[in-house]
Nanobody, 114 residues
Framework: VQLVESGGGLVQPGGSLRLSCAGSGFTFSNYGMSWYRQAPGKEREKVAGISNDGRNTNYADSVKGRFTISRDNAKNTVYLQMNRLEPEDTAVYYC????????WGQGTQVTVSS
């Protein structure tokens, strides 16, 4: 089983990034998917989630209206479109798959700085 995130990097405040998480080794379409983040010295927090069929999504208050989670089950991939990024969004971003089993990705660094 693998979850591989990509798309992180350094971006200026107000900029955008799109994270991707590709899953393999499990039936991706059976799993709810989420994005979490962890900033230095802080606990890991949930940013957004999406149901296995993509019909239902939820967001942390801090990112509502700026971030969008989506998925493509044909590609076994979940995305996080992040717009209007703020320095407070700086963190390692992880994807998380949950059904009967639970899996974490290795994380991708997002740094928002001028």
């Amino acid at each position: 089983v693998q979850l591989v995130e990509s798309g992180g990097g350094l971006v200026q405040p107000g900029g955008s990034l799109r994270l991707s998480c590709a899953g393999s080794g499990f039936t991706f379409s059976n799993y709810g998917m989420s994005w979490y983040r962890q900033a230095p010295g802080k606990e890991r927090e949930k940013v957004a989630g999406i149901s296995n069929d993509g019909r239902n999504t939820n967001y942390a208050d801090s990112v509502k209206g700026r971030f969008t989670i989506s998925r493509d089950n044909a590609k076994n991939t979940v995305y996080l479109q992040m717009n209007r990024l703020e320095p407070e969004d700086t963190a390692v971003y992880y994807c998380y798959a949950v059904s009967f089993w639970r899996y974490w990705g290795q994380g991708t660094q997002v740094t928002v700085s001028s």
